[in-house]
């Protein structure tokens, strides 16, 4: 009801009125814009004015006779407006009250007739020269039952409940002119505002009150409906709920749209769809006690909300059986085989189990057809598998492909960096905020009760004060429990026996003992060379030629490239590294055939790597170009796969002892202690003098020093080094060996033969010493893996130093090397601070 512009003093009289030469008298009025209302004849209204023009043509008016002219603003938002931007019928109003503030002037006004604007001046205020438009008043009984329409609908209005003035609705019932009557009836306050600036132009008092009918059946049946609303309201609240009126008032409005729309309502569509989720019968009473109780509490109480959540958790997630299963052998196996090269083991496994879950539900369906009871058959179990190996070898997406193989969803639950048992078991519905954990979280959205779970980086589960989810999980991984398995937010059994879980993991010594013995650990090591090249043939090529908007008739690269790729240009046990390479040549092509039209096919060989990937990275054999005293060559296992190592030894003259470098664990410190006791016994039956070690240091190193390093495996390579630089005998360079030791000489087994025999191959080894108790690992190598390496079982160290050291005696001219001080390096003492004991 205001017009917000700023105030000013300065009044300006209205001027006489004259008529022009054969027309209507014209009229010259102070003139009041108005943004969003709309004045009509014999209407009361209070207005506000704020701009400095506004002010002065009121401060005018009232100086005059207090007639001011109302005019509508065609755009609101306009301030300072010219003859094109008003409306050109307007109301003349007589100024009943004036008072002038700070922020602009109030006014009591009252419409009095119609009249056209024909200009329109601005200067320290709006003045109007404006036209009468005479109101004929027409009679007859059509008028006279328009009249009366006018009247009952506008009485029904009122009694409604709508927000009339009492003195207008008594004027509307007393006033007999039919234009009265429309002016008085069209200023409805629920009326729109452009619906009354269509009243204010309209001349014709006929179409005035017809187009009021149907405005005011709409806001009759409107302020029904509003006082409908109302009543349902007051039946269902009382006096010390009046804070939920607006919400009681949301919900009633609900009902009346959905009634409208022919649904049902949401307590009862929430009640078909428990029912209808096949929950067994005792989660089904639990359901049913939860939603009654939502229906008994009032909509203004939180725990609806808490209470509807936890109702709709329990409808989507699925109960029922998935259904009759689909166990194609052969199909299963195309898809493996198309989605990954090689891992004959895993493929192996999964369609073992295919195969044994396929009689089991062929007998399960001869026994139903022969009308025996089935029910008391044991179930199959699901097996809970385990993928181990470095990153890059195919462990995440080879559950994609089982998925696929097996015709199920797949969920992926990752798991590392969790520290909160809460995670996997979920929160109590006691707490704001609390859902379900991520193991229902991922069966809601898969959707299925026998989908597929991948629960990625087991092995990466934390702990702290808010418990272990390791400990959650023996639960979920145990076929023997999960069949109930109790979420604390659900409260309720779940079955999830017919999962197939999946999980991976990098390495298995940080997965807790019990958790480990849950689960059918299957390990996936590195690729050798010619399996890498197989990936990068059938897998990766053709993927980066997609991405890349590329066909095999537009480039080619040859397979001594993908093999420098392979040998140069990457350096792990995986196939990432490949793929990412592969797509750096493959984002060099298109350029290429953009900018030479001409050019139809790019041919990329070796030498072309150098011009798109620059220099090689790696070198393709690692090991030393010859024979070295004090050199041997080591192999171990992390994360990544297996990789070579160098131990190297020094001898110093001065006072015993034993520095060690390059971030050697506590189990490594332990081993080269163990190595030294054993050649300060055992070394004169090689060739180490008698008193060698009373007036020597031994320094070990072992690059690369920011790597940390540890493990038990590198003890016949450390006591090769001391051996070789104590007896000034070469090491073989084409060998490398792993194995641990014990101070009676024995070599033991050690884990991970797989992986060092692939980085043994990778670098070039020849020979490769192995304990004895290994050779049952060679079971599952591959023949490719052995081409070209002559791989040697020993049980003792005297084996290992008769097969690793050349007879050939090197003499050093000077032991001390040069600018090399034990001062600087942290020293190891053997047995505590005391200086090393004379050999025995």
Same mark, same amino acid.
């Given at each position: 009801m205001?017009?917000?512009?700023?105030?000013?003093d300065?009044?300006t009289?209205s001027?006489?009125a004259?008529?022009r030469?054969?027309?209507?008298?014209i009229?010259?009025?102070?003139?009041?814009? /108005?943004?969003?209302? $709309?004045?009509l004849?014999?209407?009361l209204?209070?207005?506000g004015?704020?701009?400095?023009r506004?002010v002065?043509?009121?401060?005018?008016?009232?100086?005059?006779?207090?007639?001011v002219?109302l005019?509508?603003?065609?755009q609101?938002?306009?301030?300072?407006?010219? @003859?094109?931007?008003v409306?050109p019928?307007a109301?003349?109003?007589?100024? =009943?009250?004036?008072?002038?503030?700070a922020?602009?002037?109030?006014v009591? $006004?009252?419409?009095q007739?119609?009249?056209r604007i024909?200009?329109?001046e601005?200067?320290?205020?709006?003045?109007a020269?404006?036209?009468?438009m005479?109101e004929?008043?027409? +009679?007859?009984?059509?008028i006279e039952?328009?009249?009366?329409?006018?009247?009952q609908?506008?009485?029904?209005y009122?009694?409604?409940?709508?927000a009339v003035?009492p003195?207008?609705?008594?004027?509307?019932a007393r006033?007999?002119e039919?234009g009265k009557?429309?002016?008085l009836?069209?200023?409805?306050?629920?009326?729109?505002?452009q619906?009354?600036?269509?009243?204010?132009?309209?001349?014709?008092?006929?179409?005035?009150?017809r187009? @009021?009918?149907?405005?005011?059946a709409?806001?009759? &049946?409107?302020?029904?409906l509003?006082s409908k609303?109302?009543?349902?309201?007051?039946?269902t609240?009382?006096q010390?709920q009046?804070?939920?009126?607006?919400?009681?008032?949301l919900k009633?409005?609900r009902?009346?749209l959905?009634?409208?729309?022919?649904?049902?309502?949401?307590?009862e569509?929430?009640?078909e769809?428990?029912?209808a989720?096949?929950?067994?019968?005792?989660?089904?009473?639990?359901?049913?006690?939860?939603?009654?109780?939502?229906e008994?509490?009032?909509s203004? *109480?939180?725990?609806?909300?808490? !209470?509807?959540?936890? #109702?709709?958790?329990?409808?989507d997630?699925?109960w029922d059986?998935?259904?009759?299963?689909?166990?194609?052998i052969?199909?299963?196996?195309r898809?493996?085989?198309?989605? +990954?090269?090689?891992?004959?083991?895993?493929?192996?496994?999964?369609?073992?189990?295919?195969?044994v879950?396929?009689?089991?539900?062929?007998?399960?369906?001869?026994k139903?057809?022969?009308g025996?009871?089935? *029910?008391?058959m044991?179930? !199959?179990?699901t097996p809970?598998?385990c993928?181990?190996?470095?990153?890059?070898?195919g462990?995440? *997406?080879?559950?994609?492909s089982?998925?696929?193989? /097996?015709?199920?969803?797949?969920?992926?639950?990752?798991?590392?960096?969790?520290r909160?048992?809460?995670?996997?078991?979920? +929160?109590?519905?006691?707490?704001?905020?609390?859902?379900?954990?991520?193991?229902i979280q991922?069966?809601?959205?898969?959707g *299925?009760?026998n989908?597929?779970?991948?629960?990625?980086?087991?092995?990466?589960?934390g702990?702290?004060f808010?418990?272990?989810?390791?400990?959650a !999980?023996?639960?979920?991984?145990?076929?023997e429990?999960n069949?109930?398995?109790?979420?604390h937010?659900? &409260?309720?059994?779940?079955?999830?026996s017919?999962? #197939?879980?999946?999980?991976?993991?990098?390495v298995?010594?940080t997965?807790?003992?019990?958790?480990?013995?849950r689960?059918e650990?299957?390990?996936?090591? =590195?690729?050798?060379?010619?399996?890498?090249?197989?990936?990068?043939?059938?897998?990766?090529?053709?993927?980066?030629?997609?991405?890349?908007?590329?066909?095999?008739?537009?480039?080619?690269?040859?397979?001594?490239?993908?093999?420098?790729?392979?040998r140069?240009?990457?350096?792990e046990?995986?196939?990432?590294?490949?793929?990412?390479q592969?797509?750096?040549v493959?984002?060099?092509v298109?350029?290429?055939?953009?900018e030479n039209?001409?050019?139809?096919?790019?041919?990329?060989?070796?030498?072309?790597?150098i011009?798109?990937?620059?220099?090689?990275?790696?070198?393709?054999?690692?090991?030393?170009?010859?024979?070295r005293?004090g050199?041997?060559?080591?192999?171990?296992?992390s994360?990544?796969?297996?990789?070579?190592?160098?131990v190297?030894?020094?001898?110093?003259?001065?006072?015993?002892?034993l520095?060690l470098?390059?971030?050697?664990?506590?189990?490594?410190?332990e081993s080269?202690?163990?190595?030294?006791?054993?050649?300060r016994? +055992?070394?004169?039956?090689?060739?180490?003098p008698?008193?060698f070690?009373?007036?020597?240091?031994v320094h070990?190193?072992?690059?690369a020093?920011?790597?940390?390093k540890?493990?038990?495996?590198?003890?016949?390579t450390l006591?090769?080094a001391?051996?070789?630089?104590?007896s000034?005998?070469?090491?073989?360079h084409d060998?490398?060996?792993?194995?641990?030791v014990t101070?009676?000489g024995r070599? #033991?087994?050690? =884990?991970?033969?797989?992986?060092?025999?692939?980085?043994?191959?990778?670098?070039g080894?020849?020979?490769?010493?192995?304990? &004895?108790?290994?050779?049952?690992d060679?079971h599952?190598?591959?023949?490719? !893996?052995?081409?070209?390496?002559?791989?040697?079982?020993?049980?003792?160290?005297s084996?290992?130093?008769e097969r690793? /050291?050349?007879?050939?005696?090197?003499?050093?001219?000077?032991?001390?090397?040069?600018?090399?001080?034990?001062?600087?390096?942290?020293?190891?003492? @053997?047995?505590?601070?005391?200086?090393?004991?004379p050999?025995a």
């Amino acid at each position: 009801m205001s017009e917000d512009v700023d105030s000013t003093d300065g009044v300006t009289e209205s001027r006489p009125a004259r008529r022009r030469p054969g027309g209507p008298e014209i009229e010259t009025l102070p003139l009041v814009p /108005l943004r969003d209302n $709309v004045v009509l004849p014999h209407q009361l209204a209070p207005l506000g004015a704020g701009r400095e023009r506004s002010v002065n043509s009121l401060e005018a008016a009232v100086a005059a006779e207090g007639k001011v002219v109302l005019a509508v603003q065609r755009q609101s938002e306009l301030d300072d407006v010219e @003859l094109g931007d008003v409306y050109p019928v307007a109301t003349v109003a007589q100024i =009943g009250a004036f008072r002038r503030g700070a922020a602009g002037a109030q006014v009591l $006004v009252e419409g009095q007739r119609r009249v056209r604007i024909v200009e329109l001046e601005q200067g320290e205020q709006w003045i109007a020269k404006v036209v009468a438009m005479p109101e004929v008043e027409p +009679h007859g009984t059509e008028i006279e039952a328009l009249v009366g329409s006018v009247r009952q609908l506008f009485g029904e209005y009122v009694a409604a409940g709508a927000a009339v003035a009492p003195e207008l609705a008594v004027a509307v019932a007393r006033a007999k002119e039919p234009g009265k009557v429309a002016d008085l009836a069209g200023s409805a306050p629920d009326l729109d505002s452009q619906d009354r600036i269509a009243l204010l132009q309209e001349d014709d008092v006929e179409r005035r009150l017809r187009g @009021l009918i149907p405005l005011l059946a709409r806001q009759m &049946e409107v302020a029904q409906l509003r006082s409908k609303i109302q009543q349902d309201v007051a039946q269902t609240i009382n006096q010390g709920q009046r804070e939920a009126i607006l919400r009681e008032q949301l919900k009633v409005i609900r009902k009346e749209l959905a009634e409208l729309g022919g649904e049902s309502g949401t307590e009862e569509d929430l009640k078909e769809r428990i029912e209808a989720a096949g929950m067994p019968e005792p989660v089904l009473k639990r359901a049913l006690k939860e939603l009654d109780r939502m229906e008994s509490t009032p909509s203004a *109480s939180p725990e609806v909300g808490m !209470l509807r959540n936890y #109702l709709d958790w329990l409808a989507d997630l699925p109960w029922d059986d998935a259904g009759p299963e689909r166990v194609d052998i052969q199909e299963a196996a195309r898809i493996l085989d198309e989605d +990954h090269y090689g891992l004959p083991k895993v493929k192996e496994r999964i369609l073992e189990w295919m195969a044994v879950r396929k009689r089991v539900l062929e007998r399960r369906a001869a026994k139903q057809d022969g009308g025996e009871d089935v *029910s008391r058959m044991a179930p !199959l179990q699901t097996p809970i598998l385990c993928f181990v190996g470095p990153p890059g070898v195919g462990k995440t *997406s080879l559950g994609r492909s089982i998925a696929r193989a /097996l015709d199920r969803k797949l969920v992926r639950v990752s798991l590392g960096g969790i520290r909160d048992e809460a995670e996997i078991r979920g +929160h109590r519905r006691t707490y704001i905020g609390a859902l379900p954990g991520r193991v229902i979280q991922a069966m809601k959205q898969a959707g *299925s009760r026998n989908a597929v779970m991948m629960l990625d980086e087991i092995d990466k589960v934390g702990l702290d004060f808010r418990g272990d989810p390791s400990a959650a !999980l023996l639960e979920v991984l145990d076929p023997e429990q999960n069949r109930e398995f109790s979420d604390h937010y659900l &409260e309720v059994p779940y079955d999830l026996s017919q999962v #197939l879980f999946i999980t991976t993991a990098n390495v298995i010594d940080t997965i807790s003992a019990p958790l480990r013995d849950r689960m059918e650990i299957i390990r996936m090591t =590195g690729y050798t060379e010619e399996e890498k090249l197989g990936i990068a043939k059938e897998h990766l090529l053709a993927r980066q030629l997609e991405q890349h908007a590329l066909s095999t008739e537009e480039v080619a690269i040859s397979d001594e490239a993908l093999r420098t790729l392979i040998r140069n240009y990457t350096r792990e046990a995986g196939v990432r590294g490949l793929d990412r390479q592969i797509a750096q040549v493959m984002r060099k092509v298109p350029r290429q055939l953009v900018e030479n039209p001409e050019l139809t096919k790019v041919e990329i060989g070796p030498e072309q790597l150098i011009e798109y990937l620059g220099p090689a990275r790696f070198d393709s054999v690692e090991t030393e170009p010859e024979d070295r005293v004090g050199l041997a060559t080591g192999v171990v296992v992390s994360e990544v796969g297996g990789d070579l190592v160098t131990v190297e030894a020094l001898a110093i003259e001065g006072r015993p002892e034993l520095q060690l470098t390059g971030q050697i664990g506590d189990v490594m410190q332990e081993s080269a202690r163990a190595a030294l006791s054993w050649v300060r016994v +055992h070394g004169a039956e090689h060739g180490v003098p008698a008193a060698f070690f009373e007036d020597h240091a031994v320094h070990i190193h072992v690059p690369a020093g920011a790597i940390p390093k540890d493990g038990p495996s590198a003890g016949v390579t450390l006591t090769t080094a001391l051996v070789s630089v104590a007896s000034d005998r070469p090491v073989r360079h084409d060998l490398a060996m792993t194995g641990e030791v014990t101070l009676r000489g024995r070599v #033991l087994p050690i =884990g991970g033969v797989k992986d060092k025999l692939l980085a043994a191959h990778r670098a070039g080894i020849r020979t490769f010493l192995l304990p &004895e108790r290994n050779r049952r690992d060679l079971h599952e190598i591959d023949d490719s !893996l052995l081409d070209g390496m002559e791989v040697v079982f020993v049980r003792s160290l005297s084996e290992v130093l008769e097969r690793a /050291l050349t007879d050939k005696v090197q003499k050093l001219p000077e032991r001390r090397p040069l600018g090399f001080g034990s001062r600087l390096l942290e020293t190891v003492p @053997l047995v505590g601070p005391q200086p090393m004991p004379p050999p025995a």
